[in-house]
């Protein structure tokens, strides 16, 4: 578990940590260097999910042996919105991400 204060937010208890893989953990489907030293470390406060389109397709490889639960949505079943979101297990975390860049 992580316990995070966030100044003119509040306070935030977080179990489970959700996040794309490529643009996030990795670049052109390979892991930004340092990510698969840190996973471990981080993986000791949080479970860690990766929910990727897997674009390259090397996802599951790249991150064999980890300790990441892995989805990829056109192969497993999930649905993720911005704002609270459920898996089934983990109760209720908070997405914190970026939001879209407004259509031109």
Do not use: K, Q, W
């Amino acid at each position: 578990m992580l316990d995070i204060s966030i100044p003119g937010y509040g306070h935030l208890r977080l179990t489970d940590l959700v996040c794309d893989f490529n643009g996030t953990l990795a670049a052109a489907g390979e892991l930004a260097p340092g990510v698969r030293e840190r996973l471990p470390r981080l993986a000791g406060l949080l479970r860690i999910h990766v929910v990727t389109g897997d674009t390259f397709g090397t996802a599951r490889a790249e991150l064999a042996g980890s300790p990441c639960a892995i989805v990829v949505p056109y192969s497993d079943t999930v649905c993720c919105t911005h704002g609270p979101v459920g898996f089934a297990g983990s109760g209720v975390a908070h997405s914190i991400a970026n939001r879209p860049a407004p259509a031109p």
